[in-house]
């Protein structure tokens, strides 16, 4: 059983940075993160694979938000650069056994943290 646990969400302004860690990893799976806003579906943000070598980032996020691991710590971490406002709400990391941009590929989900960007 894989226990994850999200931590570095926020309250910040456009515009600002915020770097969220996922603690509990490892390195036999495929880590996400995905965040679902209020009223919207659960939708991938960015994943990357057990040696770091792949990585893949939503449209949306692309250029701003960096995925990395350390097996070694355990941790996965998302930096979220030039924040917008629609980049609110709760990420979710998550750890799978495939490389894929669906949640439903993922079994193990950590509790989720809140960003919240203000315009």
């Known amino acids: 059983q894989v ?3 999200e931590s570095g969400g926020g309250l910040v302004q456009a515009g600002d940075s915020l770097r969220l860690s996922c603690a509990g990893s490892g390195g036999t799976y495929v880590m996400g993160w995905f965040r679902q806003a209020p009223g919207k579906e659960r939708e991938f943000v960015a994943r990357i694979s057990r040696s ?8 949306s996020v692309k250029g701003r938000f960096t ?3 350390d097996n070694a ?3 996965v971490d998302l930096q979220m650069n030039s924040l917008k406002p629609e980049d609110t709400a709760v990420y979710y990391c998550a750890a799978g056994f495939i490389g ?5 590929d993922y079994p193990y989900w950590g509790q989720g943290t ?3 960007v203000s315009s």
């Open 3 to 5: 226990q994850l646990v």
């Open 52 to 59: 770091s070598g792949s990585t893949r980032y939503a449209d």
């Open 67 to 69: 995925i990395s691991r």
């Open 73 to 75: 710590k355990n941790t």
């Open 100 to 104: 894929s941009t669906r949640p439903s």
């Open 114 to 116: 809140q960003v919240t």
